[in-house]
T-cell receptor, first 114, second 114 residues
Framework: KAGVTQTPRYLIKTRGQQVTLSCSPI?????VSWYQQTPGQGLQFLFE???????NKGNFPGRFSGRQFSNSRSEMNVSTLELGDSALYLC?????????????FGEGSWLTVV | DQQVKQNSPSLSVQEGRISILNCDYT??????FLWYKKYPAEGPTFLIS?????DKNEDGRFTVFLNKSAKHLSLHIVPSQPGDSAVYFC?????????????FGKGTLLTVNP
């Protein structure tokens, strides 16, 4: 069974630009969530989608957005990039139903903003 | 306010000995707890989880203990191996609508010396 796949793995952007990251969940998983990892803040929850609807949202500014498609694939977008957005962006998937779901992570997309 | 705390940023043990990683939480709504292992430049890998209805869960060399009254959990690795050297994250999720959002601790770097 293929794991969570994220693309691209590495990218460099300039301040003010926007970026779109893509995630394909584990087959059969309907919940996709996104996390940001930085050295100072650790792993922080961005948002979670289930059946194309945003179900949970973390404390990030509106520049961070996402969406989920009917095949459960998800994208996240960051507009007007700032230097502080440089981080590892992790996508995770789970079945999304019932209590105590295990969440599985992809390898991440390393974003560097210069 | 950190709801999940891993107070030891690092831990060093000898190969073959026991590694004990600790985690404290403050949110009484948390009812599912997970441990992840992370190597640099990779996504977190799920290790083991425990529901709040249990106080112990074992999987091979890994055992997680939960003390709900103390809001404390620990991960025991016996025997420790050099390949276990990584950052270990404790994570928690709450019942209800936030069931699919994980709150992470800041991680503990485990080094297992040969």
């Amino acid at each position: 069974k293929a794991g969570v796949t994220q693309t691209p793995r590495y990218l460099i952007k300039t301040r003010g630009q926007q970026v779109t990251l893509s995630c394909s969940p584990i087959s059969g998983h309907r919940s996709v969530s996104w996390y940001q990892q930085t050295p100072g803040q650790g792993l922080q929850f961005l948002f979670e989608y289930f059946s194309e609807t945003q179900r949970n949202k973390g404390n990030f500014p509106g520049r961070f957005s996402g969406r989920q498609f009917s095949n459960s694939r998800s994208e996240m977008n960051v507009s007007t990039l700032e230097l502080g957005d440089s981080a590892l962006y992790l996508c995770a998937s789970s079945s999304g139903q019932g209590a105590g779901n295990t969440i599985y992570f992809g390898e991440g997309s390393w974003l560097t903003v210069v | 306010d950190q709801q999940v705390k891993q107070n030891s940023p690092s831990l060093s043990v000898q190969e073959g000995r026991i590694s004990i990683l600790n985690c404290d939480y403050t949110n009484s709504m948390f009812d599912y707890f997970l441990w992840y292992k992370k190597y640099p430049a990779e996504g977190p890998t799920f290790l083991i989880s425990i529901s709040s209805i249990k106080d112990k869960n074992e999987d091979g060399r890994f055992t997680v203990f939960l003390n709900k009254s103390a809001k404390h959990l620990s991960l025991h690795i016996v025997p420790s191996q050099p390949g276990d050297s990584a950052v270990y994250f404790c994570a928690a999720s709450a019942r209800g609508g936030s069931n699919y959002k994980l709150t992470f601790g800041k991680g503990t770097l485990l080094t297992v010396n040969p």
